[in-house]
């Protein structure tokens, strides 16, 4: 590198080692196996959904038509009328559960600290978890509409919006969630490096 | 997706057979256990079994039974204090699910992975064509974040029984990405299962085109369907939660997806956040271990396993008087990078109420930390710790001078 004391040789060097290290993940295959999916595979698919929303398909559904989906699709019956107390995951924290002791719990746990409503940072995370996960053994069955409503009467009893707000692909990520700012990532993996420096 | 539905059925009503054969068959009134009638020579020379003197088997753990009410299995440990070497049998292998999950009865053949997102290629494979490609067997840990010893656990099993190692078999993720051709915003993917509940989790990029595996096989066979059959993503020496079964997609995207999965870890302060990922070097004295009788004084093989999520075992060593004084003990088996490695420790016991304790290094230097190590840290009282993250911390056995051994944390 000496022979480079000059300013525009190194910077062609530099943006040279930059172009190779940013295209060598996205060299040409080698194999020439696996088929290429059609548009309408993938979107069949693709079932995960960004905090930006981008993915979520059109539709709406508002917490009065969440309240009647909660009971007629059987989500009151393993969560419970209230959403806490039954045998399934906590889907509405208690108001007074801050005074309770702290309950032990593997993860994923679900309990009144920790309900998707009041830890989850992006309203996305509901819906998701509706639209793949829920209703037990129906997975999947559910339309975007009743998985826009499911999400926005949970939204509207943990307090977070109003009874009225129509839930759809521009509404939900815009929802500003009490816990929107409550973590951290985890600092950028790099091989061979402790995971925390000083940590005994 | 048919064909699928009836398998789920047909699961569940053997799922019932089953559960009615454990509640009434098995037990007799004496409490002695019925013997099962004995298999065919031909059936047994066709796939072996163990003798019926070895009953070592997995429990579920005691916070939430499997199955649950709901038939689903969420965790499941591994029989630590029977184990020898450094690969779980599949079949004792220590289970856990999303949420509880039904195992699915995938068929191989209707199975595919797609490859999509911030990809220049997008690309689905059938199993046929993953097992063209050219593939990795390496031996690598599992360990689920929820593995912490508490003061009421009684034995290892209960202790540190959600971790297990074994051979796995696959191609490794790098080679499928760069088929697919990563673009250069990517930062994240997010794999996903074909599960009933497609249990997914964002990964970092630079993780996933190190060293991940999508594997077909364990241990010299098709992985089994608890562990993932067809397809499981191994993330070696992250938490198990990373290591994602049934492995269906893999969507290359530039954020972390916060997806049900992600959201369950979260944590607002970064020290945390570092902690929880990667597992810390870890070890455990798996005999003499809880539960455990020494017969009397004299020699014994201390024996136990150790292991890093960030490579190598260089060194175990032992307490045999509660941390005060430390031994070098020898490596048994190959120290392979995110593995268990086992280690023996001669040791003459004097008849006297000792603390066993066992700590390891990993080849960046790290030292497996005491728990009053970790209080220190964290400027909390030794009793009161929370030990924060995946719980790497030293685990303690009280032999009593009666030779029984306990829980040194209770």
Redesign the interface.
């Known amino acids: 590198m000496e022979a480079f004391t000059t300013g525009l040789p190194r910077l062609l060097v530099v943006a040279a080692v930059l172009w190779v290290c940013?295209?060598a993940?996205?060299?040409?295959?080698?194999?020439g196996?696996?088929?290429?999916?059609t548009a309408k595979?993938?979107r069949a698919?693709?079932?995960?959904?960004?905090?930006?929303g981008k993915e979520l398909p059109s539709g709406q559904g508002s917490a009065k038509e969440g309240g009647v989906l909660y009971v007629r699709k059987g989500c009151a019956g393993?969560h419970g009328t209230t959403g806490s107390g039954a045998?399934?995951?906590t889907l509405i924290s208690r108001k007074d559960f801050h005074s309770a002791a702290p309950v032990?719990?593997?993860?994923?746990?679900?309990n009144d600290s920790?309900t998707?409503g009041v830890?989850?940072?992006?309203a996305?995370?509901i819906w998701?978890?509706i639209n793949?996960?829920m209703p037990?053994?129906k997975?999947g069955s559910l339309t975007p509409d009743e998985v826009y409503a499911l999400t926005a009467f949970l939204l509207y009893k943990s307090g977070i919006i109003k009874e009225e707000d129509v839930m759809d692909a521009q509404s939900l990520p815009k929802v500003k969630m009490p816990n929107r700012d409550?973590?951290?990532?985890?600092?950028?993996?790099?091989?061979?490096?402790?995971?925390?420096q000083g940590?005994? | 997706m048919n064909s699928k539905k009836s398998d789920r059925r047909r699961f569940l009503k053997s799922g019932a057979t089953l559960a009615g054969l454990a509640a009434g068959g098995r037990q007799l009134a004496n409490g002695q256990t019925q013997e099962t009638p004995p298999k065919k020579i031909d059936e047994l020379i066709a796939y072996g079994d163990r003798s019926r003197f070895v009953t070592s088997i997995r429990v579920p753990?005691a916070?939430?039974h499997s199955p649950d009410?709901?038939g689903l299995t969420?965790?499941v440990l591994t029989p630590l204090q029977d184990s020898f070497g450094i690969i779980t049998p599949s079949s004792l292998f220590y289970t856990a699910t999303?949420?509880g999950a039904f195992v699915p009865d995938i068929d191989p053949r209707e199975h595919r992975l797609?490859?999509?997102g911030m990809v220049?290629?997008?690309?689905?494979?059938t199993m046929k064509?993953l097992k063209?490609?050219p593939y990795v067997s390496r031996i690598h840990f599992v360990e689920?974040?929820?593995n912490r010893a508490r003061p009421t656990h009684k034995t290892v099993q209960e202790t540190h029984g959600l971790t297990s190692c074994a051979e796995w078999t696959g191609v490794s993720l790098s080679?499928l990405?760069?088929?697919?051709?990563?673009?250069?915003a990517a930062s994240w993917i997010?794999a996903?299962g074909a599960e009933?509940?497609?249990g997914?989790s964002s990964i970092?990029l630079?993780?996933a085109?190190?060293?991940c595996i999508v594997c077909y096989a364990q241990n010299g066979e098709p992985i089994r369907p608890q562990q993932g059959f067809p397809l499981r993503l191994m993330v070696p020496g992250f938490e198990g939660?990373y290591q994602i079964k049934y492995l269906?997609?893999i969507?290359v995207?530039d954020?972390?997806?916060?997806?049900?999965?992600?959201?369950?870890?979260?944590?607002?302060?970064?020290?945390?956040?570092?902690?929880?990922?990667?597992i810390?070097p870890k070890s455990v004295i798996t005999f003499p271990s809880g539960g455990q009788q020494l017969s009397g004084p004299g020699f014994y093989e201390i024996s136990g396993l150790a292991w890093s999520?960030?490579?190598a075992i260089t060194g175990v060593q032992i307490s045999t008087d509660g941390g005060a004084s430390w031994q070098d003990a020898d490596l048994r088996t190959p120290a392979y990078k995110m593995a268990h490695t086992r280690f023996g420790y001669h040791w003459k016991w004097d008849g006297k109420e000792r603390i066993l304790m066992s700590r390891c290094t990993d080849e960046?230097g790290?030292?497996q930390?005491t728990r009053a190590?970790?209080a220190?840290?964290w400027n909390e009282p030794v009793d009161k710790v929370r030990v924060r993250?995946a719980d790497n911390s030293v685990q303690p056995w009280r032999i009593a001078s009666d030779g029984s051994v306990h829980n040194g944390l209770a």
């Open positions: 940013q295209t993940w996205a060299q040409s295959p080698t194999y196996l696996g088929k290429t999916p595979e993938i698919w693709d079932i995960a959904i960004s905090p930006t393993c045998h399934a995951p032990f719990c593997l993860a994923p746990c679900v920790n998707m830890h989850s940072p992006f996305t995370t998701d978890y793949r996960g037990l053994g997975e409550g973590f951290a990532l985890p600092p950028e993996w790099k091989h061979g490096t402790p995971r925390l940590y005994p | 753990v916070e939430r009410e709901f969420f965790h999303h949420r797609m490859i999509h220049d290629r997008p690309l689905v494979f064509e063209r490609l689920c974040l929820g080679l990405l760069k088929e697919a051709g990563v673009q250069n997010v996903e009933e509940v497609k997914a970092p630079a993780k085109m190190d060293d939660i269906r997609r969507k995207v954020r972390y997806y916060m997806t049900y999965d992600d959201y369950g870890h979260i944590n607002p302060d970064p020290k945390v956040a570092a902690l929880t990922h990667q810390g999520g960030a490579g960046l790290t030292v930390p190590e970790i220190q840290y993250g």
